[in-house]
């Protein structure tokens, strides 16, 4: 299991995230080739899981169609993972990656200090999700109590149906 998987191609993507980071990476960085212009989403998809990823950054070698199509699955499928984009950004990018689950958009040409904030934030994101599912795991199930109380109505000033009802009231503690 990595904290990091780099979707891509591009060894000098996978440079670029390494000297972010000062060879000081808090964890594990995995890489994951495919053929830069050819990708079956629905394997790639599947190896996902297999992985054990808490970050998957998609690009920047693919067609953007594609990559945009692989965030979605990953997102769809594996809600744990956090999906970054890399590529260079602009407003309508931003809309589309949004649409596809993306996390973050990352500019594979911004600075390093950019690069390891948006995977450290990242990073934070599904170790809080992580946190979250432990604890709602962990916890213990509150019993629920029914109590009833229940009165007679008197019959004056009411009609038959009311006199000869008994009306209850459930309070959940």
Known sequence: MSDLYLATTSEDWQQRVRDAFGGTFPGQIGSWAFAAQSIDIDRAVAEIGALGAGVVAVGPDLPEADALDLCARIDATHPEVCVLLVATPDPD???RALRAGVRDIVDPDGSLADIREAIDRARETVRR????VAASTQAQPTPTRII???????EEHTSELQ???????????
Not at 163 to 173: E, G, L, P, R
């Open 93 to 95: 990018l931003f809309q």
């Open 129 to 132: 999700r992580r946190e979250n």
């Open 148 to 154: 009833s109380v229940g009165w007679a109505r008197s």
């Open 163 to 173: 006199s000869h009802s008994f009306i209850s009231y459930a309070v959940f503690c």
